[in-house]
């Protein structure tokens, strides 16, 4: 039984490191985004600093795509439903 325990830990202690992780951490260049899909009213803007934990809900509630910034405003990355799923 501990065996199935110390699986269990594991798991909890990745998603825990996961969800305290920070945006930059996460994203996808902006370079290497599809940008066709993007509407102003499904985006949402993060500095590159912000943990995850602080708008995951918000992505999958609402369906939006997050826009990583930096301290000036230059966008960085995007974050969607794909890149906030725990693997």
């Not at 009213?41 to 993060?46: A, E, L, R």
Request: glycine letters at 4%; hydrophobic letters at 40%.
């Amino acid at each position: 039984m501990s065996f199935f325990l110390n699986i269990l830990n594991l798991f909890i202690n990745k998603e825990k490191r996961f969800y305290n992780s920070i945006a930059k951490d996460i994203m996808i260049d902006a370079s290497k985004f599809n940008h066709s899909k993007l509407t102003l009213g499904n985006i949402f803007k993060v500095n590159e600093n912000v943990m995850i934990k602080n708008f995951k809900n918000k992505i999958e509630k609402d369906n939006l795509t997050v826009v990583v910034i930096d301290t000036k405003g230059k966008t960085l990355g995007y974050i969607t439903r794909r890149e906030i799923q725990f693997k």
